[in-house]
């Protein structure tokens, strides 16, 4: 009988194996958290990049944040901001493009249960947000979903197709209402917010 095999058959170790990994994903979790919290930008964008393996770009801003889940699997490009209080499920990617506004307490969900499952199980897909595109307040933007350069999603609207370039939709869920007149001539990297939102 190999070492292995031994100590598979000693019951503590046993029971120690089952809660090693959940204990593993829970102390992530509420580090992460507290990092979100943090009153300094600087340090807190740091430590996403540096501690977690999130690519943010240097002009990027990420404000305090309620969850990050797997932030490696996070990018944010040039002088984008991510608003307040925004739940980002990085899990299967998330790409966030340049000059983009992801508002206050927006959602984006990569991963969610499949109620057809027998066994619940897990499905879903990356989302892709491309550059001048505005997340406004409370929007939610499932998996599988690409919002197009400039598009605009309007405040509490469920997202749960792509959205075309330069649209802008809103509802739940959403579709199409308008189409944004603009010549994204706009660079968000440019001021710096206070150091400590």
Request: proline letters at 6%.
């Given at each position: 009988m190999s070492f292995k095999q031994r100590l598979s058959r000693v019951p503590a170790l046993k029971r120690a194996a089952q809660f090693a990994w959940p204990l593993r994903v829970g102390v992530f979790f509420l580090t992460i958290e507290r990092v979100g919290l943090l009153p300094s930008a600087g340090v807190r964008t740091s430590l996403l990049r540096r501690a977690?393996?999130?690519?943010?770009?240097?002009?990027?801003?990420?404000?305090?944040?309620?969850?990050?889940?797997?932030?490696?699997?996070?990018?944010?490009?040039?002088?984008?901001?991510?608003?307040?209080?925004?739940?980002l499920d990085a899990r299967r990617g998330i790409t966030i493009g340049s000059n983009v506004n992801i508002s206050s307490e927006v959602m984006m969900w990569t991963d969610q249960h499949d109620p057809s499952s027998d066994h619940?199980?897990?499905?879903?897909?990356?989302?892709?947000?491309?550059d001048f595109a505005w997340i406004s307040a409370r929007a939610i933007v499932l998996p599988n979903v690409t919002i197009g350069r400039g598009a605009?999603?309007?405040?509490?609207?469920?997202?749960?197709?792509?959205?075309?370039?330069?649209?802008?939709?809103?509802?739940?869920?959403?579709?199409?209402?308008?189409?944004?007149?603009?010549?994204?001539?706009y660079d968000l990297g440019e001021g710096r917010p206070a150091w400590f939102i």
């Open positions: 977690f393996g999130a690519s943010i770009a240097p002009t990027a801003h990420v404000y305090r944040w309620r969850e990050i889940r797997a932030p490696s699997q996070l990018t944010v490009g040039e002088g984008s901001i991510v608003g307040l209080w925004a739940t619940f199980e897990n499905g879903g897909g990356p989302i892709d947000v491309h605009v999603v309007a405040a509490g609207a469920v997202v749960t197709k792509d959205v075309p370039a330069m649209a802008i939709v809103g509802g739940v869920p959403a579709k199409v209402i308008g189409t944004r007149e603009s010549a994204l001539l």
